[in-house]
């Protein structure tokens, strides 16, 4: 299935806006974000199971456990801070 990916903050700086990516029917964000982190560089340093981050599902939040649709965008954000 093709799954869009977008970014935003931090993540975005590093990664860039956006990137297509092919996934397994089935999988959850959870899977798709260490699939990520699986890559390597710049994907598991942003990405990293340390790191705080939220996920959208087609401009929804989601958990983890979330499973992704056909032709779906999943977004990856840190978590909004308030001052």
């Known amino acids: ?15 860039g806006p956006f990137e297509t990516i092919e996934v397994s029917a089935g ?33 929804v939040l989601c958990a983890e456990e979330t499973v992704i649709e056909a032709d779906a965008e999943l977004a990856f954000f840190p978590p909004v801070t308030g001052g």
């Open 1 to 15: 299935m093709k799954l869009t990916l977008r970014y935003f903050a931090s993540i975005r700086e590093a990664l």
């Open 27 to 59: 999988s959850t964000a959870g899977t798709v974000r260490d699939a990520l982190i699986a890559r390597g560089g710049g994907h598991a340093e942003v990405l990293a199971r340390g790191r705080a981050l939220r996920c959208a599902l087609n401009q």
